[in-house]
């Protein structure tokens, strides 16, 4: 029965994890062309909750033409190592490349976000949104880890009750 409940709360956990995701895509108005992706999404819903519009957001990386350079340059560097990486015969200018690659879209994309949360209204809701989601996420990781514990076993599956 115990095991029963640890999995309800992952699956609980799972879904709201979810519909945050799903929920901030709806509220950005859906994909905007690649600017969006991974950890952009959580600056994405922090920003919302700091007051900052969709299209706040949209017209601040649309109008970074060196983002969509950094995109381009992004592009070709992981097609040459891709290609030299199958072959067998990469050189070291390859992977280089693409880090370098890598690191300067990472480096403008987070310039872009620090401008937008530059000038957000309530800065402070994002902060306490953020902190929850880290509450959530450790809640997360404890219910799996219980969940597998239990699977193998151990009877141990008292979930923690932060609130």
């Known amino acids: 029965m115990k095991k029963k409940s640890a999995l309800a709360m ?3 956990l799972a879904a709201l994890a979810l519909a945050a995701t799903v929920g901030s895509a709806f ?4 994909h905007h062309g690649g600017h969006h992706r991974g ?3 959580k600056f994405a819903l922090l920003a919302h909750a700091a007051g900052v519009s969709g299209e706040t957001i949209h017209s601040t990386f649309k109008g ?3 983002l969509k350079t950094d995109f381009q340059n992004l592009r070709a560097a992981k097609k040459a190592a891709d290609a030299c990486i199958i072959a067998g015969a990469c050189n070291n200018n390859e992977i280089a490349n693409l880090a370098n690659a890598q690191s300067a879209l990472t480096q403008e994309k987070l310039n872009d976000w620090q401008k ?3 000038s957000a209204p309530n800065k402070a809701a994002a ?3 953020e902190s929850q989601l880290q ?5 997360k990781h404890q219910l799996i880890r219980q969940a597998f514990n239990s699977s193998n076993g151990s009877t141990t599956t008292t979930p923690s009750t932060q609130q």
């Open 135 to 139: 509450q959530l996420n450790q809640q």
């Open 64 to 66: 970074d033409s060196t």
């Open 116 to 118: 937008i949360f530059a």
């Open 39 to 41: 950890g952009d999404m």
């Open 10 to 12: 992952v699956s609980g």
């Open 127 to 129: 902060a306490s949104l």
């Open 27 to 30: 509220a950005m108005g859906g």
